[in-house]
């Protein structure tokens, strides 16, 4: 078969061609539209969870399900060094394209809040700075009449029978001061009979970084997706497949399953791989070990090898010490404990490890592996950890 035949798209934020194990995800957010189409307030939905576990795809999925659902969909993919107000600029501009055909008024209200956000700037080559796509008085944050501008805007788009929705990606990254005002502006309006939905994807701790916004996003709802079983693996892999017209024998799908771990990333790579290296309309277990030490080979190196590398002696033997507790979070003092040791007292080697992003704390006094099935990968390498690690002081107890 051709490669264009391939269904399986290993690219960071692309949607799997079966979204599987993630029912519940997606029947929470239909509800809670269907909710606010009728006019009703519902929780706003975060959807959090490593990298590679499918929280973009599982967005545009819903934003997908919205706009066939009669919404406006305002997106954005935030980002600390901008304020949110220019995050939301392109998401305005574009949900202005697709709803020209409703009205001037609508127009009006778009371009109404458009010139109340600030405009987006461009890094000029040569470290020459930067420039503004328009003029705006210079502030940083949204201007004062963007709320006012949002309300208009709400009414004009429920006058045409439709609802407003913003969805945030990598939410844990929008800065604090404009996400409190588009959370303030939800949270008003669903006390209205013209609620606004919102819609949000990110890393574990967006629940704190939303929490440090307003308090009451406690209240909210929250799926943490984390690795697909191996019934959903053998699905992702086999519906795609069959639909295709080619099979997949069982025993090659549980050699997938077990070497991608459920980790859907890695689910598209190897899947990916063995569709490439099959011939004719089945893919043999022989196929898909012929590719196993070779994809093996690439992930690792794109995931793990090259920050492991640069670890000290105590890193090492921190980083065992955690995959040895098995998948996390973890909390630091259990992790501490291995040593004999405080968790204060590991702190350094803790932040050190946050710095090189091979640690990250999902809330407080916990700590986890910032990429899935890194456990796997320090357990595999293991005897070469512990020859790196023998040359520091930190030693674990022995029982």
């Not at 959090?48 to 399900?65: H, N, P, S, V, Y």
């Not at 998948?327 to 003092?333: D, F, I, K, N, V």
Request: neutral net charge; hydrophobic residues 40%; proline residues 7%.
């Amino acid at each position: 078969m051709p490669i264009s035949d391939n269904p399986f798209r290993p690219a960071p934020g692309s949607e799997p061609p079966a979204l599987v194990g993630r029912d519940a995800e997606r029947s929470a957010a239909e509800y809670a539209l269907s909710l606010t189409r009728s006019g009703a307030p519902a929780q706003p939905i975060v959807f959090t969870g490593l990298r590679g576990m499918g929280k973009t795809a599982l967005l545009r999925r819903c934003i997908a399900d919205a706009e066939a659902a009669d919404a406006v969909v305002i997106s954005g993919e935030a980002t600390r060094d901008e304020p949110l107000g220019k995050t939301l600029f392109a998401g305005l501009q574009r949900a202005r394209r697709q709803n020209a055909t409703l009205g001037k008024k609508l127009r009006t209200g778009f371009d109404a809040i458009i010139e109340s956000l600030p405009r987006p700037s461009f890094e000029l080559p040569g470290e020459m700075g930067s420039i503004v796509l328009e003029p705006s008085d210079g502030r940083e944050e949204p201007l004062p009449d963007t709320l006012d501008a949002l309300d208009e805007l709400n009414a004009l788009v429920r006058g045409h029978k439709r609802y407003l929705v913003f969805a945030i990606d990598e939410i844990q990254e929008a800065p604090v001061a404009g996400l409190r005002d588009l959370v303030r502006f939800v949270h008003r309006t669903a006390g209205l009979d013209i609620p606004v939905y919102l819609l949000a994807a990110g890393l574990p701790n967006s629940r704190g970084h939303l929490h440090e916004v307003r308090t009451y996003t406690e209240r909210w709802r929250y799926f943490r997706l984390d690795l697909l079983g191996a019934a959903d693996t053998r699905a992702a892999i086999e519906i795609p497949s069959r639909e295709r017209g080619v099979t997949v024998a069982s025993d090659a799908l549980d050699l997938l399953a077990s070497e991608s771990g459920g980790y859907p990333f890695f689910v598209q790579e190897y899947a990916s791989a063995a569709w490439l290296a099959h011939r004719g309309s089945a893919i043999t277990q022989a196929d898909v070990a012929r590719i196993v030490p070779g994809v093996r080979r690439i992930l690792e190196d794109d995931f793990y090898d090259a920050p492991f590398r640069l670890l000290t002696p105590r890193e090492c033997a921190y980083v065992l010490a955690i995959a040895r507790l098995g998948p996390g979070p973890h909390t630091t003092g259990e992790v501490a404990a291995v040593f004999g040791a405080t968790s204060e007292a590991l702190s350094s080697i803790r932040n050190r490890l946050v710095a090189k992003d091979i640690v990250y704390s999902p809330a407080n006094g916990l700590v986890e592996f910032r990429i899935p099935l890194t456990e796997r990968y320090v357990l595999a390498h293991r005897y070469e950890l512990e020859r790196r690690a023998a040359d520091g002081k930190l030693s674990p107890l022995r029982a």
